[in-house]
């Protein structure tokens, strides 16, 4: 019951607070209100899900550093004077579209995820023993190929930085 | 039930009281010990030997005229300085602050909550506190502040990578994230079986993490978000009375907590050496090692102290070198070796 009631605030917080962060109009208070966003998600994996680890580690690199750097670049730029950016209506039509089909996509790929959670073998994900041994045996493959994707997502970023450097 | 829930409520009372004590005097402390290295008196005129000085700062800060900047964001403006105090609070949860004390029969565990990830929820809410430095310095609508606030958030993020590798290396070793776990693996004269501190088996580890700390501190001689002769006051320039108090007061509760994790996890937490051997009962050992935890941190405090009295701050080039270009592979090469040496005495 308690975990139910938990469940509709953190939800709550979080489409609340996700929608705060579209409309708001100074981009820093965006950021701070994605930063409470990614707090009530986390909230749901520590408190519903009982995955310690995940809402933990999802505190330490979306709230603790992606979004320190978002903060960072912000102010450098001093993008806080409350300016709306208008975009052509193409590009605000294009953006609509895709993000659409990237929903499509995200909950399409959500889909079959529900017999995957019989694999732990027990429902104490919080224990990093058991996540580190499905991860390293049955999911070898996908963690290995996501991290070579991480990987190139570094490279690239620090091609382009130095590019922009040089020329 | 109820008794260990009024248990827990004295508990959790206690660490509050004990940070804030702690860290009043540590002010104190890093007067007299700034005026002995200057071959200086220090604070002397409240009470016997100044020892009521903090009080008296403490009520000139409540008196002070509260100034809020004009054109900064008001709510932002007080956020900073409350997240920044609240973040340094709460590390104190997951510290075992002793072993186990018995009460009637029933084992009371003298920390609060042993959450089984207890290293990781410190690197989360280490990594929140930047935000009450980041926060208030954009607030203040001032370019030293916010200067100050960019440097402090780059230096954090730098330094809590190698930290975090650093740890990594112990964590491989003990096979546990819990700060518990980690304790009782350097218990000491366990019936004759003898685990050693684990500063023993990693020096490099615990180097990197005290290199990291004093960063992660905004301590001296990696001070420079609050550098006076480059930014006037850095994040703080224009915070007044009691909101500049929360931020060089959660700076001390900063320092004794960090004192506290590194005695934890190096130097046997509230282990000492023969505390099984010496024939005592339970409960005058737990007290016993509490002591003994509270002694070591003390040690680190004054440590810390006696590096910002002896080292000049770094430039803000060196600082970045230092972490990125020294810190980080060093501790990747650690790490590399300890991997190594596991899997050789494993086999």
Redesign the interface.
Same mark, same amino acid.
């Given at each position: 019951m308690l975990s139910q009631y938990l469940f509709y605030f953190l939800s709550f917080l979080a489409v609340i607070s996700a929608l705060l962060v579209v409309f708001s109009k100074s981009s %820093?208070q965006s950021v &701070?209100w994605l #930063?409470v966003t990614l707090f009530a998600i986390s909230g749901h994996y520590i408190f519903l899900l009982n995955a310690?680890?995940l809402g %933990? %580690?999802q =505190? #330490?690199v979306y709230?603790?550093?992606i979004m =320190? &750097?978002f &903060? $960072?670049v912000i102010? $450098?730029l001093n993008l806080?004077q409350e300016v709306e950016a208008h975009k052509p209506a193409v590009l605000k039509f294009a953006a609509t579209i895709s993000s659409g089909l990237l929903l499509i996509i995200i909950i399409g790929s959500l889909k079959g995820s529900e017999q995957l959670g019989t694999h732990v073998g027990s429902n104490d994900f /919080? /224990?990093?023993k058991n996540l580190g041994r499905v991860l390293f045996k049955e999911f070898l493959f996908p963690f290995e190929v996501s991290s070579v994707l991480l990987l190139i997502a570094m490279v690239g970023a620090v091609m382009l930085g130095k590019s922009e450097k040089e020329g | 039930m109820m008794t260990l829930l009024l248990f827990k409520v004295i508990l959790v009372v206690a660490v509050f009281a004990i940070s804030l004590f702690m860290a009043a005097y540590s002010t104190y402390a890093e007067r007299k010990v700034a005026a002995f290295m200057q071959d200086r008196l220090g604070p002397d005129r409240a009470g016997p030997f100044g020892l009521l000085q903090p009080l008296a700062d403490g009520v000139k800060l409540f008196m002070k005229e509260e100034i809020t900047p004009e054109v900064s964001n008001k709510f932002l403006f007080v956020l900073g300085p409350s997240l920044f105090m609240i973040t340094a609070l709460m590390t104190g949860v997951v510290i075992p602050w002793g072993d186990l004390l018995n009460i009637d029969g029933v084992n009371y565990s003298l920390q609060i909550t042993d959450i089984n990830i207890g290293i990781l929820y410190v690197f989360g809410v280490v990594s929140i506190g930047v935000y009450g430095i980041m926060i208030g310095g954009w607030a203040s609508n001032n370019k030293f502040s916010l200067l100050g606030a960019i440097r402090a958030s780059a230096q954090m993020i730098s330094y809590e990578v190698a930290m975090g590798l650093s740890i990594i290396a112990l964590v491989m070793m003990t096979g546990t994230l819990s700060l518990k776990e980690i304790s009782q693996f350097q218990a000491g004269g366990m019936e004759g079986s003898w685990n050693f501190w684990n500063v023993v088996y990693q020096p490099f580890s615990f180097l990197i993490f005290l290199i990291c700390a004093f960063a992660e501190c905004n301590r001296a001689p990696f001070d420079l978000p609050e550098c006076e002769t480059e930014l006037v006051g850095g994040y703080h320039t224009e915070f007044s009375s009691m909101k500049l108090g929360l931020y060089l007061f959660a700076e001390y509760i900063n320092m004794f907590i960090s004192a506290a994790i590194i005695s934890t996890l190096f130097f046997g937490g509230y282990n000492f050496p023969f505390m099984h051997d010496l024939g005592l009962s339970q409960n005058a050992i737990t007290i016993l090692g509490t002591a003994a935890l509270f002694s070591k941190i003390i040690f680190f405090i004054f440590f810390f102290m006696w590096i910002r009295w002896t080292i000049p701050r770094f430039r803000y080039d060196q600082l970045m070198n230092l972490g990125w270009k020294g810190l980080l592979p060093l501790s990747i090469l650690n790490l590399l070796i300890t991997g190594a040496v596991i899997l050789i005495f494993s086999k």
């Open positions: %820093v &701070l #930063i310690e680890f %933990v %580690v =505190v #330490i709230a603790g550093a =320190v &750097l &903060l $960072f102010m $450098f806080n /919080s /224990s990093i | -």
